[in-house]
């Protein structure tokens, strides 16, 4: 079963950017899609983004899109999300989720079977 360990979250301020890092081990990622998801207390988990496995097939929810910039890495067997341009309502706890092959239904927690502990982003000034 795979591991995923997340890293990069730290405080920023507006405006300002975050590569966030989500690092696989106990099974190659290459076989894997990856979403990003966040969550705040007393909200639902969202999904922010996903990268497929052998097609590379990127979705962004609408919010990021144009601010953040998934992709992967499969001879590290990570995969990054650098955000850029970040707002007060981007500070979330994001986790980093694996899913095989593809992305579809990438929006829903439930369809990932593999989460990660989650690394905190808050954007404040």
């Known amino acids: 079963q795979v591991q995923l360990k997340e890293s990069g979250g730290g405080l920023v301020q507006p405006g300002g950017s975050l590569r966030l890092s989500c690092a696989a081990s106990?099974?190659?990622?290459?076989?894997?899609?990856v979403g990003w998801f966040r969550q705040v207390p007393g909200k639902e988990r969202e999904g922010v983004s996903c990268?497929?496995?052998?097609?590379?097939?990127?979705d962004y929810v609408d919010s990021v899109a144009g601010r953040f910039t998934i992709s992967r890495d499969n001879t590290k067997d990570t995969v990054y999300l650098q955000m850029n341009n970040l707002t007060a309502e981007d500070t979330a706890l994001y986790y980093c989720?694996?899913?095989?092959?593809?992305?579809?239904?990438?929006?829903?927690?439930?369809?990932?079977?593999?989460w990660g502990q989650g690394t905190q982003v808050t954007v404040s000034s």
């Open positions: 989720a694996t899913k095989a092959f593809y992305c579809g239904n990438w929006y829903l927690p439930t369809a990932f079977a593999s």
């Open positions: 990268i497929g496995a052998t097609d590379n097939k990127i």
């Open positions: 106990g099974y190659p990622l290459v076989y894997l899609a």
